[in-house]
């Protein structure tokens, strides 16, 4: 018999301004997942901070910590793949297998770096490792949400979901940092090995909860759920265009803020080294509170107007930041920047499990996947065109090309704007 907060739908009322933290408080489900998220996120954040560190201090090669950084994030490039898995098996062990995984690749790790036996190729293997635990567990764990909390909050717990990655992000790695200064990045890495044994060990009470209804055929080849979710997703034009927005932004300024901001700081700003920790500091407390704004809105009418909106004025604000050569004035632009992107962030998972079927949910998380994998390849090239004309005009003019890619979709795709997800509004938008 399950307890009155265990239920996967307690939406006895919606959430308001006065009940941010809904399904945190009425899901126990939920918030066992919620944690565990965030010790999981907060284990990723730090070792991405320590490998970084030993990756350099190895080498003392700026192409090969950018070198390092590709391969950790090429299995996002399965996101398609892993997507059906999510859709085909049961979620939670599919994140158990993942976490576990990690927790595994990062011990290994660990004790190489303890006996001073990690080069460079050692490196790049735990990379590649980390990174298959970490980019394909996402459908899953995204999609889990939903099968844990509902429609009618879907919106809120996903913006809980950002407030706990922005505050891994501010966390993370300042204690990455002090962990090296401190302890050596060894015992770094053996801390951030128990923070993904802590996630794994929240994990084990949902077993059960996110099994699949078994089909009544036998079940597809994982290629042809692949081939088969393609199709359904590429006739929902909703889906589609949530999916634009997150490969624009990913192709035009998430590279910015992965790559320039030490440019930015050093030389528009003539910041030192704490300076701009104290200006990505800002842009993570922005998200933090943008998440919260989501989260206090609850089950809030025209979703899709708050998700184009706000990443055109993400967009906007990246531009005047670009421009910006006022410390005060820059550090306000920061902040604005964390706060309208939670906008981006959080409502495009939203979006794209709301305009979908339910049965292809993991495969369309596993495209949003593979949109964010054009990053590394995009942050080539706009470093490439910043090399030739200077982080100031790219930044500039990817912002400006993001307001523009959003308007045109806004008149191209109308029903975007108008979609709030409510029942009565759920069904998807087929192409012509």
């Known amino acids: 018999m399950r307890h009155a907060d265990e239920s996967p739908h307690p939406a006895t009322r919606r959430p308001g301004a006065t009940d941010v933290f809904a399904s945190l408080r009425g899901n126990r489900p939920f918030r066992r997942l919620w944690f565990s998220n965030l010790f999981f996120f907060g284990g990723a954040w730090t070792q991405t901070l320590v490998f970084g560190w030993l990756v350099y201090e190895t080498t003392r090669s700026e192409f090969l910590v950018a070198a390092f950084t590709s391969v950790r994030l090429a299995p996002m490039l399965l996101g398609p793949l892993t997507g059906a898995l999510a859709d085909r098996y049961d979620r939670v062990n599919l994140l158990l297998t993942t976490c576990g995984w990690a927790a595994a690749a990062l011990g290994a790790a660990a004790t190489l770096a303890t006996l001073d036996m990690l080069p460079y190729w050692a490196l790049l293997i735990a990379g590649l490792a980390i990174g298959m635990a970490q980019s394909p567990s996402q459908p899953a764990r995204a999609s889990l949400v939903l099968d844990l909390v509902g429609r009618e909050r879907l919106?809120?717990?996903?913006?809980?979901?950002?407030?706990?990655?922005?505050?891994?992000?501010?966390?993370?790695?300042?204690?990455?940092?002090?962990?090296?200064?401190?302890?050596?990045?060894?015992?770094?890495?053996?801390?951030?090995?128990?923070?993904?044994?802590?996630?794994?060990?929240?994990?084990?009470?949902?077993?059960?909860?996110?099994?699949?209804?078994?089909?009544?055929?036998?079940?597809?080849?994982?290629?042809?759920?692949?081939?088969?979710?393609?199709?359904?997703?590429?006739?929902?034009?909703?889906?589609?265009?949530?999916?634009?927005?997150?490969?624009?932004?990913?192709?035009?300024?998430?590279?910015?803020?992965?790559?320039?901001?030490?440019?930015?700081a050093e030389e528009s700003l003539r910041l030192d080294a704490a300076g701009l920790g104290a200006l990505l500091t800002c842009c993570g407390l922005g998200g933090l509170v943008g998440s919260l704004v989501i989260a206090g809105l609850g089950d809030f009418r025209f979703k899709g107007a708050l998700f184009i909106g706000g990443t055109a004025a993400w967009g906007a604000t990246w531009s005047l930041f670009a421009l910006s050569q006022n410390v005060p004035l820059s550090f306000l632009l920061a902040g604005l920047i964390g706060l309208f992107s939670a906008a981006f962030g959080v409502l495009q998972t939203t979006l794209l499990l709301m305009t979908t079927e339910p049965a292809v949910h993991g495969r369309a998380l596993g495209l949003q996947e593979l949109a964010i994998g054009v990053m590394p390849l995009s942050t080539v090239v706009l470093g490439a065109i910043a090399e030739s004309v200077g982080v100031v005009a790219t930044t500039v003019t990817a912002g400006v090309l993001l307001v523009v890619a959003l308007a045109a979709l806004a008149v191209r795709v109308p029903a975007l704007g108008r979609y709030s997800g409510r029942e009565n509004t759920a069904t998807p938008v087929r192409a012509a």
């Open 155 to 264: 919106s809120n717990a996903n913006a809980l979901n950002s407030m706990a990655i922005n505050m891994t992000q501010i966390v993370g790695p300042a204690f990455g940092g002090a962990m090296i200064s401190a302890l050596g990045a060894p015992a770094a890495l053996w801390i951030s090995t128990g923070w993904y044994v802590v996630s794994f060990l929240l994990l084990l009470p949902l077993r059960g909860q996110g099994r699949r209804e078994r089909p009544a055929a036998p079940p597809k080849a994982a290629h042809r759920m692949v081939i088969d979710g393609f199709r359904s997703i590429g006739r929902n034009r909703l889906a589609v265009a949530v999916l634009a927005v997150t490969l624009a932004a990913n192709t035009l300024i998430w590279p910015v803020f992965q790559s320039f901001m030490p440019v930015f």
